[in-house]
């Protein structure tokens, strides 16, 4: 092998890694943040289970490892995949970068769509627009882009209101601990199918790329040292917490009580579960903030923050071109020799250092994970004075 | 042309708006008659636990639909 090859292959493995474990304290917040908002678990116990369940779903599943782009950048006549290890790096570093953008504002927006984007724009500077299917990305991206938030909203929304209908208001006794209870077992099959789809797109950029470098047989499955870190990578960035983003979902959007937290992991696990068995993936992180909204939609006097709402909205918007952006300059530097490569890597390593430590000036952690709710409407005020 | 599959989409909708249904209502069904039973009444208490069941069954569903190993 020669060394650019080596190079590349080694950094296609450790940003793989690193974009597992932002996708990781990324997505915290799509299983546990309606668990922490209602104080069903305290969030270091939330964010420790969901890693854990994170880990453990990493090794329960390998079939979708074996193709990193679903259909969205093509093959050529023989079959191989147009994209090219260096390209794969460099779509790496466009989605970490974006993942930790919207990190830091506290946005939760889909990290496959980080990824999908970063690769597009990598494999549209390296290979050209031809490389992209762009039914595929119409079928796969676009449609259910649109559809998850609506279709778990408005679930969500109706489990809400037959929830407070039928426990009158949840006065009834023992009502909140038992939503509660219920939350947190909806959410936790939510935590545990993010491990199982999440952790095996990095493991699919991993295999794919040793492939290419002839490292391993081609149609292989993903090895086990690759199947472990994968998992290990997601997890421990579950469990260290994306606190930031947990915030936001989870306080800011609407203020969720316990039985509203129950309605809607039940509908984000419904749709997640159906999606994904029924033939198309959906962004998990679009289904709980589509529930969410919804849920708020649900109980009367809920207040939605549509400006929350509008913001992230916006965020879904730009992910998929921002990161392809990121990719695409990534991939004009990094293919041109082993030296860019390399600067590709520093830049992004320091971009990702000024990052966290713009976020260590503000931190959010499991301290102050509930607080900063948007102000109460002055007669509910009252009405705690 | 773009071949798009829309009775797949219609198809996750309609379940999700089920299971949800389904599984809001047994459980918050359950919550509301345990308080009529916490008096005397055992078929109160039984519709309860039976409610609780359905709920049991459907989560050991989902974990089956998520362990590929199962099916």
């Known amino acids: 092998m020669d060394t650019t090859l080596l190079v590349t292959v080694v950094l296609v493995v450790v940003f793989a890694l690193v974009f597992d474990f932002t996708n990781?304290?990324?997505?915290?917040?799509?299983?546990?943040?309606?668990?922490?908002?209602?104080?069903?678990?305290?969030?270091?116990?939330?964010?420790?289970?969901?890693?854990?369940?994170?880990?453990?779903?990493?090794?329960?599943?390998?079939?979708?490892?074996?193709?990193?782009?679903?259909?969205?950048?093509?093959?050529?006549?023989?079959?191989?995949?147009?994209?090219?290890?260096?390209?794969?790096?460099?779509?790496?570093?466009?989605?970490?970068?974006?993942?930790?953008?919207?990190?830091?504002?506290?946005?939760?927006?889909?990290?496959?769509?980080?990824?999908?984007?970063?690769?597009?724009g990598a494999a549209i500077l390296g290979a050209g627009v031809g490389a992209i299917s762009w039914s595929g990305v119409i079928t796969s991206i676009l449609i259910p882009a649109l559809l998850a938030p609506i279709v778990a909203g408005v679930a969500a929304l109706i489990g809400t209101v037959i929830v407070y209908r039928t426990t009158r208001q949840a006065t009834v006794p023992h009502a909140k601990p038992a939503f509660r209870v219920a939350q947190t077992?909806?959410?936790?099959?939510?935590?545990?199918?993010?491990?199982?789809?999440?952790?095996?797109?990095?493991?699919?950029?991993?295999?794919?790329?040793?492939?290419?470098?002839?490292?391993?047989?081609?149609?292989?499955?993903?090895?086990?040292?690759?199947?472990?870190?994968?998992?290990?990578?997601?997890?421990?960035?579950?469990?260290?917490?994306?606190?930031?983003?947990?915030?936001?979902?989870?306080?800011?959007?609407?203020?969720?009580?316990?039985?509203?937290?129950?309605?809607?992991?039940?509908?984000?696990?419904?749709?997640?579960?159906?999606?994904?068995?029924?033939?198309?993936?959906?962004?998990?992180?679009?289904?709980?903030?589509?529930?969410?909204?919804?849920?708020?939609?649900?109980?009367?006097?809920?207040?939605?923050?549509?400006?929350?709402?509008?913001?992230?909205?916006?965020?879904?918007?730009?992910?998929?071109?921002?990161?392809?952006?990121?990719?695409?300059?990534?991939?004009?530097?990094?293919?041109?020799?082993?030296?860019?490569?390399?600067?590709?890597a520093v830049v992004a390593v320091a971009g990702v250092a000024v990052i966290f430590r713009l976020a260590s000036k503000k931190p959010v952690n499991a301290g102050n994970v509930n607080e900063g709710a948007p102000e109460a409407s002055p007669q509910l005020q009252g009405a705690a004075a | 042309m773009i071949e798009i599959d829309w009775s797949k989409f219609a198809v996750v909708a309609g379940v999700v708006l089920l299971a949800s249904v389904v599984l809001t209502a047994f459980y918050s069904g359950g919550v509301r008659l345990l308080e009529t039973a916490g008096a005397t009444s055992t078929a109160a208490r039984i519709g309860a636990y039976a409610c609780f069941a359905v709920c049991v069954a459907a989560v050991l569903f989902g974990l089956w639909v998520i362990v590929p190993q199962f099916h």
């Not at chain 1, 304290?25 to 546990?32: G, K, L, V, Y």
């Not at chain 1, 329960?60 to 790096?89: H, Q, R, Y």
């Open chain 1, 24 to 120: 990781g304290f990324h997505d915290t917040a799509n299983a546990m943040a309606t668990s922490v908002a209602t104080g069903a678990l305290k969030p270091r116990t939330a964010v420790v289970i969901a890693g854990v369940l994170n880990l453990v779903g990493a090794f329960l599943s390998t079939e979708v490892a074996n193709t990193i782009s679903s259909g969205i950048i093509k093959t050529d006549s023989s079959g191989d995949e147009m994209i090219t290890p260096a390209l794969i790096f460099a779509g790496l570093v466009g989605a970490i970068v974006w993942n930790l953008v919207t990190w830091y504002f506290g946005l939760p927006s889909s990290s496959s769509h980080a990824l999908f984007g970063g690769l597009i």
């Open chain 1, 185 to 344: 077992v909806s959410a936790s099959l939510v935590a545990l199918a993010h491990g199982t789809s999440d952790a095996q797109k990095t493991m699919g950029v991993i295999t794919l790329t040793l492939i290419a470098a002839n490292v391993q047989p081609a149609d292989s499955g993903p090895q086990f040292w690759v199947i472990l870190a994968c998992g290990l990578a997601i997890g421990l960035g579950t469990a260290i917490g994306g606190f930031r983003i947990m915030r936001t979902v989870g306080v800011k959007i609407t203020p969720v009580e316990s039985p509203q937290g129950f309605a809607a992991e039940t509908a984000s696990a419904a749709t997640i579960l159906a999606s994904s068995h029924l033939g198309f993936p959906l962004s998990t992180t679009q289904v709980v903030s589509g529930s969410i909204v919804g849920v708020g939609l649900g109980k009367r006097l809920a207040a939605v923050h549509w400006d929350v709402a509008g913001r992230i909205g916006l965020g879904w918007l730009f992910t998929l071109p921002a990161a392809a952006v990121v990719g695409a300059i990534a991939a004009w530097a990094a293919s041109s020799s082993t030296i860019g490569l390399v600067a590709v």
